[in-house]
Structures are given as C-alpha cells and as structure tokens.
C-alpha cells in the first residue's frame, strides 16, 4: 500500500516549485520546496542507492529532526503573537540538543531516534495547532474559500498525530515479529495519511498557481 507514496511526494515538491512564482514573497510558504527537496532526497536514496531491504535508521535520524527543525521554522514565520514566536524558537533549539544527546548517547545501532521523533512530532503539532488557532480567532472574519495554508495545516496535523503511534513504535515492531497484524495495521495508516497529505500540499500549491495569490 506504501510503495506509491514516493511519487506523491515527488509531485508534492513539483507542484511547490511550479508555485514558487505566486509563494516566493511568503516568509514561511517559501521554504516548503527547500522542505519537500529534503524529503524527496531522503526517498530517493532509498530507492536507488540503499541496500535493499536495509533500513538506513541512521539517514533518518538526521533527516527527519532537520524536517521538523524547518517546520517549527515555517511555523515560527508564520504565528504572529509573540508569544507564540518565543516557544517555537525555544522548541528548536530544543529539538536540535534533545536529538544530538540521544543520538549519541542513548541510540542503539541500525534503531530509530524515536524518542526525537516523538518530541518532535509533538513540537510540531503544538505548532501547527498554535497557527491554526491564530486563524481561526475571527471565524466571521476567516475565508476558509482563501486560506490554502489552513488545509496544508490541517492535513499535516493529520498526518502527524495518525503516524505518530506507528513510527513510536518502530523498533519494538519490527524487532518483535509476532505482532505482524499490528504492524501491517500501522503501515496501512501511515501509508494513507501520506497520501492525504502530500495529495493536499500538491492541490493546494496548484491552487495557488490558479489564483496567483496564496494568501
């Protein structure tokens, strides 16, 4: 079920590109191609150049908090309240020493960094939570027909909390095999939040190129 989320993310990061005309002069729009670049990269490698079957944990214990590093960066650019800026900042900075430690001193070898992955995972959910929030304050106000950035926001919190308990358990499923059923039952969630999210930022980005505006 999961062999064809590559290619959604691929179409996802061109569809980005395609939009960067209409997306250049927003501070946090703007650095979703650089975003879905790093995520394309990381799917290439594994499927042209890693070993197959081989499970690379260590490319995606760097690539994956630098990910959430650059949302919590978007998300910074994107809140306006102060206060709100002061937490995302003090989050990466966080993100980024809490995954150095546990890297080095915590990790077994060929796991995964869950235990970044999961502070970051909740990182970035308080963050698009936070921006959604802002939005939504005036609801009189808000034009849900004029806001790609809301659905963006809200496939991606999606995503985040369904694939959450999948990748958490990551090392325990797949070194214990007798819960085989379990496994495939977190795969199939993970692989369809995929494509809702990806299938949404490449209809969102098209929809910006069609109006020519993003905001």
Not at 30 to 41: A, D, H, S, T
Not at 146 to 153: A, H, I, N, S, W
Not at 168 to 183: E, F, G, P, R
């Amino acid at each position: 079920m999961n062999r064809y989320i590559p290619y959604f993310e691929f179409a996802a990061f061109l569809s980005s590109l395609l939009a960067f005309p209409v997306i250049k002069n927003s501070k946090y729009l703007r650095l979703f191609p650089v975003l879905l670049l790093m995520i394309v990269l990381v799917e290439v490698y594994q499927l042209f150049f890693a070993a197959k079957g081989s499970v690379n944990a260590s490319m995606y214990n760097i690539m994956i908090p630098m990910q959430y590093l650059l949302y919590l960066i978007i998300f910074y650019l994107a809140v306006n309240q102060p206060g709100y800026k002061r937490f995302l900042l003090a989050s990466a900075v966080v993100l980024v020493a809490f995954s150095a430690v546990t890297q080095v001193l915590f990790l077994e070898e060929n796991h995964f960094n869950v235990l970044a992955y999961c502070l970051g995972s909740i990182l970035v959910i308080i963050g698009s939570i936070m921006k959604l929030y802002e939005m939504l304050q005036n609801p009189t106000d808000f034009n849900f027909l004029r806001k790609p950035f809301f659905y963006m926001l809200f496939a991606f919190l999606l995503f985040t909390t369904g694939t959450l308990p999948y990748f958490a358990m990551s090392n325990w499923l797949y070194i214990v095999t007798t819960y085989k059923n379990i496994l495939q039952m977190l795969v199939n969630v993970m692989s369809i939040m995929n494509y809702v999210l990806y299938t949404t930022y490449t209809v969102m980005f098209l929809w910006m190129i069609q109006r020519k505006d993003y905001s």
